[in-house]
């Protein structure tokens, strides 16, 4: 823990009890415990959002891939409906001269 052997943390602890008085020993270790479980919470919170933010670039990413083939199919589906399109367009406008050229005449009257 922190570099310091157990010999050096029981001197460590007598100095400071020493030096604050065993009166206040009590006081002070609950503040380095609710010290310690804040920090302990704020890194489980910062973790859980560094989670978070991954998980949502990759459902980002999937989405956008979803959204590009979804865009590739669609212009592939509007090309092919726009030169079927086209095609009846030529074969109405080729039929429509064909009828232009066999139309009787109105003077045949038999």
Request: proline residues 3%; hydrophobic residues 35%; aromatic residues 2%.
């Amino acid at each position: 823990m922190f570099g310091i052997g157990g010999t050096e943390l029981i001197v460590l602890i007598i100095i400071i009890a020493v030096l604050i008085g065993p009166d206040q020993i009590p006081g002070i270790m609950k503040g380095v415990s609710k010290f310690m479980k804040e920090v302990s919470g704020a890194r489980a919170d910062f973790k859980r959002s560094v989670d978070e933010d991954e998980t949502l670039r990759e459902i980002k990413s999937t989405v956008l891939e979803v959204k590009k083939g979804v865009e590739d199919q669609v212009n592939s589906v509007t090309a092919g409906v726009r030169e079927d399109i086209e095609k009846i367009k030529k074969s109405i406008d080729e039929d429509s001269q064909k009828n232009i050229g066999n139309k009787p005449s109105g003077n045949d009257h038999t």
